[in-house]
């Protein structure tokens, strides 16, 4: 599914769409599938699926251990494609991860294998616009949208360029720093939403854990909320895991009503 | 070529909230690297602090063993005991133009958190050095010599525990103290400017070779070697000679134990020798990687070498031809670091030590010509623990 389909879907309904961050792999692919599905269930809309890198240098703690967990467990780029490929839920996928993966395996055939499993969007956060042109003509060709980010301290010519150059939505990062989740995001989110302006629907990530912060988020005017490592550290812990996935993902999609 | 690229190689591949600060960064190196005061003012560290010029000193007595004459470039000399304060005096000083309070750097063999601690007590920042776990046991002496000089150390645990995950580190410190920090790079490394700007100030090393050598042999070098772990010491020394085509340039990585690797590791640091290209810590560079592209953990004996990846201008130059990758292994290198310290009365860093046992090797071939400068990029008092402890080892070894 694409993730403008998806967008349009929710306007009709008029809601805002939580998008659900997990790293595959950890702890197995098999389990992955099965906390896509309680996501979902839960009220996702959209499910992130991070490809795990050896040196993810914009995660905190939390998401570097879920990236050793699922590489440990035999994670791959192949195994990826396959386990996505094989989640049959009616969301749009977007692929997460860092951008060596992608240019080992060569732009061009990383975007078909992403279309070919069903992934609509990439996300990569060690590659700048500058550095996309090859991807982004990939991904154009193969119909998978290239998500940039904008950050407190992108002003100016490059807020235009990456508004300009994202498609599917725009990923705003309303606070300097690593993944992981923070106590207060209020603030700064409103601050860089005041700035934005753009038709692509915006959402904002890092540091969002509950439904308290996702409704403040959404009431400062985003049309998404992020959420990774609130889930990562339910997967972490290995206790209850589908059904406290499931419970946190509703909560959070009650804010996006 | 894009103004970031050497050929195919460089580039920022960076999250997207460092970009304006790399930007930063290139505009006031710009405005202050040909600037009266800002040169001035460096001067008088490099020659007040630092202890430049170094002595470009002939091996009297290596000469004679292997038959050629060899020159070392005496970098061990300079305050702190390697290069690596040409780079963070430089760069201190940038910062300090830039009105950044705050200096983080990591460290692999301790030598660049030292001396990023040396630059940062003497220029009053407060600072903060990432060092992987294992490096902080194998070089502990140079965590005490950082801490009393007031910077704050932080053991690095994730990954190789070695100089990679403490880049990772630093770069995640950097992203959320981006707005009053910088971020001072010990090597060529990392995304554009850094591997402009730590060889612009490194090399001070060249230019003197280049006026020292006419002085003393009335001709420029037939060959020049030097260590290679991110290649900062290496650039310094050769980018002086880089148009002076008669001139050989090597630089010798760490071959570790054998240059294999396994499934997660490489045995070794040879990244321009063996390594393939790929995108790490910010540049389109060589790297050690598994075919999925995940990096894999170096190893060598020298914690200064141990590192994945190499500077993206070393790599352009491999692939021009201009300069010659070469690796001497673990043994080796502990080898040359007893015979210069037998025959010169100089204990070389085990890194340096590397260069020394490229010559030692190859003196005899005729491949360097009969006129050698060996890079002395440091010494080797950090290493003696490292030694010992392999001494002892093999002293079991052998009673078994
Ligand atoms: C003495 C010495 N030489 C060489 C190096 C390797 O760095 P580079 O390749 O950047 O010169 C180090 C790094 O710690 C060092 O301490």
Same mark, same amino acid.
């Given at each position: 599914m694409r993730i403008a389909d998806k967008?349009?879907?929710?306007?009709?309904? +008029?809601?805002?769409?939580?998008i659900a961050y997990v790293c595959a792999g950890d702890p197995s692919a098999e389990a992955t599938k099965e906390i896509v599905h309680a996501l979902v269930k839960g009220g996702a809309d959209i499910v992130e699926l991070g490809l795990p890198f050896s040196d993810p240098v914009a995660d905190?703690?939390?998401?570097q251990a879920a990236s050793t967990r699922a590489l440990e467990a035999g994670m791959n780029p192949d195994v990826y494609f396959e386990m996505a490929a094989?989640?049959?839920? +009616?969301?749009?996928?977007?692929?997460?991860?860092?951008? +060596?993966?992608i240019y080992k395996r060569g732009n061009e055939k990383f975007a078909r294998d992403c279309a070919d499993a069903g992934i609509t969007g990439i996300i990569v956060p060690d590659l700048p616009a500058e550095e996309a042109e090859e991807l982004h003509v990939a991904c154009k060709k193969n119909s998978v949208d290239l998500i940039f980010l904008i950050t407190?301290?992108?002003?100016?010519?490059?807020?235009?360029k990456n508004l300009e150059k994202t498609s599917g939505f725009v990923y705003i990062v309303s606070r300097l720093g690593v993944t992981g989740e923070r106590v207060d995001v209020a603030e700064s989110t409103k601050n860089i939403l005041a700035r934005i302006d753009t038709e692509v629907p915006k959402a904002v990530g890092f540091g969002i854990s509950n439904g308290q912060q996702a409704l403040e988020v959404i009431k400062a005017g985003a049309d998404a909320v992020i959420v990774g490592s609130a889930f990562v550290s339910i997967i972490a812990s290995g206790e209850d895991v589908n059904r406290r996935v499931e419970k946190l993902a509703s909560e959070l999609k009650i804010s996006c009503r | 070529m894009k103004k970031s690229m050497y050929g195919k190689f460089g580039g920022q591949f960076v999250p997207e909230v460092l970009m304006p600060a790399l930007t930063e960064l290139e505009e006031a190196y710009g405005r202050y690297k040909d600037d009266p005061e800002f040169l001035k003012e460096l001067d008088y560290y490099m020659k007040e602090f630092a202890g430049r010029e170094t002595p470009l000193y002939f091996a009297r007595n290596l000469s004679k063993k292997y038959g050629i004459k060899i020159y070392l470039k005496r970098e061990d000399l300079v305050h702190g005991g390697a290069h690596k304060l040409?780079?963070?005096?430089?760069?201190?000083?940038?910062?300090?133009?830039?009105?950044?309070?705050?200096?983080?750097?990591?460290?692999?063999?301790? &030598?660049?958190?030292?001396?990023?601690?040396?630059?940062?007590?003497?220029?009053?920042?407060?600072?903060?050095?990432?060092?992987?776990?294992?490096?902080?046991?194998?070089?502990?002496?140079?965590?005490?010599r950082m801490e009393l000089m007031g910077s704050k150390v932080n053991a690095v645990e994730s990954g190789s525990k070695t100089l990679k995950d403490a880049i990772n580190e630093a770069l995640r410190d950097w #992203?959320?103290?981006?707005?009053?920090?910088h971020y001072l790079i010990g090597s060529v490394v990392g995304p554009h400017p850094y591997p402009m700007i730590v060889r612009d100030f490194q090399s001070v090393i060249g230019k003197e070779v280049k006026e020292q050598i006419m002085e003393k042999e009335g001709r420029y070098p037939d060959s020049i070697v030097a260590c290679a772990g991110g290649g900062s010491n290496a650039m310094g020394i050769f980018y002086p000679f880089i148009e002076d085509n008669e001139v050989k340039l090597f630089p010798v990585e760490a071959g570790g134990k054998e240059l294999?690797?396994?499934?997660?590791?490489?045995?070794?640091?040879?990244?321009?020798?063996?390594?393939?290209?790929?995108?790490? &810590?910010?540049?389109?560079?060589?790297?050690? &990687? *598994?075919?999925?592209?995940?990096?894999?953990?170096?190893?060598?004996?020298?914690?200064?070498?141990?590192?994945?990846?190499?500077?993206?201008?070393?790599?352009?130059?491999? *692939?021009?031809?201009?300069i010659k990758p070469c690796c001497v292994n673990d043994d080796e290198a502990l080898e040359a670091f007893y015979e210069l310290s037998r025959l010169?009365?100089?204990?070389?860093?085990?890194?340096?030590?590397?260069? #020394?046992?490229?010559?030692?090797?190859?003196?005899?071939?005729?491949?360097?010509?009969?006129?050698?400068?060996?890079?002395?990029?440091?010494?080797?008092?950090?290493?003696?623990?490292?030694v010992f402890k392999l001494k002892k080892e093999e002293a079991k070894e052998a009673c078994q």
């Amino acid at each position: 599914m694409r993730i403008a389909d998806k967008f349009t879907e929710l306007k009709e309904k +008029n809601e805002k769409a939580l998008i659900a961050y997990v790293c595959a792999g950890d702890p197995s692919a098999e389990a992955t599938k099965e906390i896509v599905h309680a996501l979902v269930k839960g009220g996702a809309d959209i499910v992130e699926l991070g490809l795990p890198f050896s040196d993810p240098v914009a995660d905190g703690p939390t998401i570097q251990a879920a990236s050793t967990r699922a590489l440990e467990a035999g994670m791959n780029p192949d195994v990826y494609f396959e386990m996505a490929a094989s989640i049959k839920e +009616n969301v749009p996928l977007v692929c997460m991860t860092y951008y +060596n993966l992608i240019y080992k395996r060569g732009n061009e055939k990383f975007a078909r294998d992403c279309a070919d499993a069903g992934i609509t969007g990439i996300i990569v956060p060690d590659l700048p616009a500058e550095e996309a042109e090859e991807l982004h003509v990939a991904c154009k060709k193969n119909s998978v949208d290239l998500i940039f980010l904008i950050t407190p301290v992108t002003t100016g010519k490059r807020m235009e360029k990456n508004l300009e150059k994202t498609s599917g939505f725009v990923y705003i990062v309303s606070r300097l720093g690593v993944t992981g989740e923070r106590v207060d995001v209020a603030e700064s989110t409103k601050n860089i939403l005041a700035r934005i302006d753009t038709e692509v629907p915006k959402a904002v990530g890092f540091g969002i854990s509950n439904g308290q912060q996702a409704l403040e988020v959404i009431k400062a005017g985003a049309d998404a909320v992020i959420v990774g490592s609130a889930f990562v550290s339910i997967i972490a812990s290995g206790e209850d895991v589908n059904r406290r996935v499931e419970k946190l993902a509703s909560e959070l999609k009650i804010s996006c009503r | 070529m894009k103004k970031s690229m050497y050929g195919k190689f460089g580039g920022q591949f960076v999250p997207e909230v460092l970009m304006p600060a790399l930007t930063e960064l290139e505009e006031a190196y710009g405005r202050y690297k040909d600037d009266p005061e800002f040169l001035k003012e460096l001067d008088y560290y490099m020659k007040e602090f630092a202890g430049r010029e170094t002595p470009l000193y002939f091996a009297r007595n290596l000469s004679k063993k292997y038959g050629i004459k060899i020159y070392l470039k005496r970098e061990d000399l300079v305050h702190g005991g390697a290069h690596k304060l040409n780079n963070t005096l430089g760069q201190a000083l940038l910062a300090k133009y830039m009105g950044k309070k705050r200096l983080i750097a990591e460290t692999g063999a301790g &030598q660049h958190g030292t001396a990023t601690a040396m630059a940062a007590a003497n220029m009053g920042f407060e600072s903060e050095v990432y060092m992987g776990a294992k490096d902080v046991m194998r070089q502990h002496m140079n965590v005490y010599r950082m801490e009393l000089m007031g910077s704050k150390v932080n053991a690095v645990e994730s990954g190789s525990k070695t100089l990679k995950d403490a880049i990772n580190e630093a770069l995640r410190d950097w #992203v959320t103290n981006v707005e009053h920090t910088h971020y001072l790079i010990g090597s060529v490394v990392g995304p554009h400017p850094y591997p402009m700007i730590v060889r612009d100030f490194q090399s001070v090393i060249g230019k003197e070779v280049k006026e020292q050598i006419m002085e003393k042999e009335g001709r420029y070098p037939d060959s020049i070697v030097a260590c290679a772990g991110g290649g900062s010491n290496a650039m310094g020394i050769f980018y002086p000679f880089i148009e002076d085509n008669e001139v050989k340039l090597f630089p010798v990585e760490a071959g570790g134990k054998e240059l294999k690797t396994t499934e997660k590791e490489a045995l070794h640091s040879a990244s321009l020798c063996v390594g393939e290209e790929g995108i790490l &810590q910010g540049a389109h560079t060589l790297i050690l &990687q *598994d075919k999925y592209g995940q990096i894999l953990e170096s190893s060598s004996v020298s914690a200064g070498l141990d590192y994945s990846g190499v500077g993206p201008e070393l790599a352009y130059l491999a *692939d021009i031809g201009r300069i010659k990758p070469c690796c001497v292994n673990d043994d080796e290198a502990l080898e040359a670091f007893y015979e210069l310290s037998r025959l010169e009365g100089i204990i070389p860093a085990l890194e340096s030590s590397h260069a #020394v046992a490229y010559v030692m090797k190859m003196a005899k071939t005729g491949e360097l010509g009969d006129l050698v400068v060996i890079n002395l990029s440091g010494r080797g008092d950090k290493d003696l623990e490292t030694v010992f402890k392999l001494k002892k080892e093999e002293a079991k070894e052998a009673c078994q």
